[in-house]
């Protein structure tokens, strides 16, 4: 993020949700529309060329679908985040998101100053966006096995052995979705500490921000859904 400014790039085929995402983004002073594009190959092209701090992108979109342009910003190493579209929270096209390297997801039908709040966190890079909704999409396809690529006993990633006792602590807290906060009051370290090991955990493990770590834990099988009836 460049300075105090957040640059944003809206993605979706009906230019009037972009039109009024747009009217509420602008009317903050901390935010400017960088562009708009109508479908996924569009906004690839964008986010190489005006290098935005978060997009949002919608899921449903001719010539390619806002998934496969998550997943292609995010595997072309920009630093974009993104923000997926949803009509609803147990969407199977918002954990598919998730999956391809989205940082968070929102209804349509946002309430401005929601929507406002989330841009600003997903930009800061180390917040927890709506970890509870999170863990129930994630809940509800690891329980329903429709988990895209997950197994049902998953291999130990080797990633993992690179983690020291206390970083591998740490990732169990972020993937319960707990604040940098309320790491720092449950292990009595400073949140400055937390911070640090949370980089550290980000780097060895390749995982962009918070909400990939919560994905990995699933995947991975580090995190099982305990709850039957969650």
Known sequence: MTGDIIKVLLVDDQPLLRMGFRLILEGEADFTVVGEASDGLEAVRQVEALQPDVVLM???????DGIEATRRISSSGSDARV???TTFDLDEYAFSGLQAGASAFLLKDVAPAELVHAVRL???GDAVVAPRVTQR???TYVRGGALPGHSPSPHRDPLLDELTPRETEILTTIAEGLSNAEIAHKFFLSEATVKTHVRRILSKLQLRDRVQVVVYAYETGLVVPSNPDY
């Open 137 to 139: 999409l994630l809940e």
């Open 83 to 85: 923000i997926i579209l």
């Open 122 to 124: 997903v930009a800061s």
């Open 58 to 64: 919608d899921v449903r979109m001719p010539a390619m």
